[in-house]
Structures are given as structure tokens and as C-alpha cells.
């Protein structure tokens, strides 16, 4: 059984540029959330999506967007890149009727480097 | 603003040691409170669950207590071992004043079991 897969890995961009990064939950799991890392904060929540659906959202400019598809992989865009953005991102999934409520599964991450 | 504080300072113990580990929050208390293990380069992981209405949670040499009156979970590792080290996340889930889903992590302590 697969846990939650990110790609790309690794990623550079420049300042202005858009990025997409991608997310497949673990199998079963039909809630995606995802998070924004800087190098020795905690994960801060940028969204999450269930049936296709922005359901919560952190306090993240509307440059960041993200879709779900009907399979519940998820897509994170982040529009005009800054500098502040070079973070670890995260995906997170979980099943939003499982007990324990809440428990999530997380991905390795996708490090994106903004120069 | 509901802040999740952890030592920022990183605790280097001996091996075969208790590790005591410290959570605080501000203004309303979680419905849950969740500890989350993370290694270099890695997304975090899951490891134990308290809700509010519970005082202390176990598994294996882990142990997480939860006051409500002082908005203070502590986490421990007994008989640490260097295998054990990693930096530990506290996480504040939902409460009266938040939506069950909203996540809030802490920024992590960074544990060192020394052989």
C-alpha cells in the first residue's frame, strides 16, 4: 500500500514564475490538506480539499490555489513566485470520517527553491 | 491570534534517559492535540493523539499528558535511545473557537540522544 507520493522532489524557479506541484494521498484517503515548511518552522496550512473542494484555508495570499481531482490526487499552484516562498511543501492526507479524527499521513515533500 | 509554542532550543539528553518535551497554547484549548515525529528532509509523522477531555495517552515508551488548566501538553520518550532522535511537532486540532479541521502546528523542538 502506497502512502502519499509528492512530485517533483526538488524544484528551482525564479522570482515571477508560477509553479504546480503535485500530490497522490494514500490509498483510501480522500481528504488532501497541504502545508508550507521554512527551514526550522513548523508546517504552516496553506488548504485543504475534500470532494473536489477548497473546505479550509490558512493565511496564504490568493496566489496560492490548488484543485482536487475526482481520484483525490490534488494540485498546489503558486502564482508570481517570491522569494519568501522557497519552503518544503507538504501534502498531508487523511480520511475525513476515521477515528482518530484528524490523524494524517504525509508525504516527503517537494523542496522549492526560489532564486 | 491562537499560538502553538514549543522550546526552540534543541534538548540533548543521554541515551536510557526520559525526554520531556514541551507544548503551550494560547487563548482556547484544542478539541485534540496531536505529536508528530520529523527527520531531516522527511514529512512528519504521526505518533500519538490526546483529545481534551483525556490527561494522559500511551504507547510503547511514549507518554503525552495534556492540562488544560495550564495549556500545556508534555511529551516523553523513556529509555531514549540515539535512533530516537529527531525534532518532535506539537499540533493544536480545531477547539470551540476553530474549525475541527484547522491544524496549527508548533515549531518544533529538535531532540538529541547522545550514546
Known amino acids: ?42 508546517p504552516q496550512f496553506i488548504f485543504q480539499y475534500y470532494e473536489e473542494e477548497e473546505r479550509q484555508r490558512g493565511n496564504f495570499p490568493d496566489r496560492f490555489s490548488g484543485h482536487q481531482f475526482p481520484n483525490y490526487s490534488s494540485e498546489l499552484n503558486v502564482n508570481a513566485l517570491l522569494l519568501g516562498d522557497s519552503a518544503l511543501y507538504l501534502c498531508a492526507s487523511s480520511l475525513v470520517m476515521a477515528d482518530p479524527y484528524n490523524e494524517q499521513f504525509f508525504g516527503p515533500g517537494t523542496r522549492l527553491t526560489v532564486l | 491570534s491562537q499560538k502553538i509554542e514549543q522550546n526552540s532550543e534543541a534538548l540533548n539528553i543521554q541515551e536510557g534517559k526520559t525526554a520531556t518535551l514541551t507544548c503551550n497554547y494560547t487563548n482556547y484549548s484544542p478539541a485534540y492535540l496531536q505529536w508528530y515525529r520529523q527527520d531531516p528532509g522527511r514529512g512528519p509523522v504521526f505518533l500519538l493523539l490526546i483529545r ?64
Open chain 1, 1 to 42: 500500500d502506497a502512502g502519499v507520493t509528492q512530485s517533483p522532489t526538488h524544484l528551482i524557479k525564479t522570482r515571477g514564475q508560477q509553479v504546480t506541484l503535485r500530490c497522490s494521498p494514500k490509498s483510501g484517503h480522500d481528504t488532501v490538506s497541504w502545508y508550507q515548511q521554512a527551514l526550522g518552522q513548523g
Open chain 2, 52 to 115: 481534551e477531555n483525556e490527561k494522559e495517552k500511551r504507547k510503547e515508551r511514549l507518554k503525552v499528558t495534556f492540562d488544560t488548566t495550564l495549556k500545556q501538553s508534555l511529551f516523553h520518550i523513556t529509555a531514549s535511545q540515539p535512533a530516537d532522535s529527531a525534532t518532535y511537532l506539537c499540533a493544536h486540532v480545531g477547539g470551540r473557537y476553530s474549525s475541527a479541521s484547522k491544524i496549527i502546528f508548533g515549531s518544533g523542538t529538535r531532540l538529541s540522544i547522545r550514546p
